[in-house]
């Protein structure tokens, strides 16, 4: 059942390597990652938005579940129609304390970012394949006036599978989140859905390919679709370091997203 740690690492922890294999994962392990994103995109609108990440996040894990904590600080530059991980859903108009209303001119606003947090279980795990329940909450944490965020809660329950080939590892995900809504937006709860595999390419080194898709926030915007390449490099000691390159397939995902994560056991 160490399996669950693998796949914690692709679901529960998105902002941390997901290359973590079985020879890495230990049974009451904690774990430290760190990482910085940028992403880049006009969201079907005129203006680009530009996000810098900064993800701190903790995990702990058993051979049955994982739990995580997720501590991020953000950066925003925007006309303030985009919130990040929502997209552009004309945020604050008729309510912005911003200088930056919706059009063309842009402010940079930064501060925490919503604080994340997953709990896993493990509910099969038998030959090469591998199943597990999450529950996922994002608490509103990030400063909604800036358009860091919404300013609530969102939570997700998740059913994760996992099968480990010779080499070769195929996994997938599917969920249900129930979104937060506050006064003067109209943003729908969403169905999302991910399908993922991951290679060795040689050595320590190993290559995934994911592909994600989730329902529309509101109606005047599209499905988000995405699809993300990464490489990674397991250390010494059961860590990794890794590299990604996401492309956005619609107006409701960045344009494109880049990223460096580092996880160590500690």
């Not at 509103?140 to 070769?168: I, P, S, V």
């Amino acid at each position: 059942m160490s399996r669950l740690i693998v796949l914690m690492a692709f679901v529960l922890l998105p902002v941390i390597s997901s290359a973590e294999t079985d020879e890495t994962a230990q049974v009451g392990a904690l774990s430290f990652g760190a990482g910085v994103e940028f992403s880049t995109g006009k969201y079907g609108g005129e203006t680009s938005t530009d996000i810098f990440y900064l993800p701190l996040a903790f995990k702990y894990s058993t051979s049955g579940y994982a739990l995580s904590l997720t501590v991020p600080y953000i950066s925003v530059t925007s006309n303030g129609d985009v919130v990040p991980g929502t997209g552009g859903v004309n945020r604050g108009r008729g309510r912005s304390t911003t200088p930056a209303a919706s059009g063309t001119q842009t402010i940079t606003q930064s501060g925490p970012g919503d604080v994340l947090a997953s709990v896993g279980y493990n509910i099969y795990s038998e030959d090469a394949l591998t199943l597990n329940i999450l529950g996922n909450v994002k608490f509103g944490t990030a400063n909604a006036d800036k358009g860091l965020g919404t300013g609530k809660n969102d939570y997700a329950a998740q059913l994760d599978t996992f099968y480990a080939g010779a080499a070769t590892a195929y996994f997938a995900s599917v969920g249900y989140k129930v979104v937060g809504v506050p006064e003067s937006y109209a943003l729908n709860n969403v169905a999302y859905g991910s399908i993922g595999v991951t290679a060795p390419m040689r050595d320590q080194f190993r290559a995934g390919l994911r592909l994600d898709a989730a329902q529309r926030a509101n109606e005047n915007t599209e499905e988000k679709r995405s699809v993300t390449i990464d490489i990674t490099q397991r250390l010494s000691g059961g860590g990794s370091v890794s590299i990604s390159l996401l492309k956005g397939l619609s107006t409701s995902s960045p344009d494109l997203m880049g990223g460096v994560y580092l996880s160590v056991l500690m």
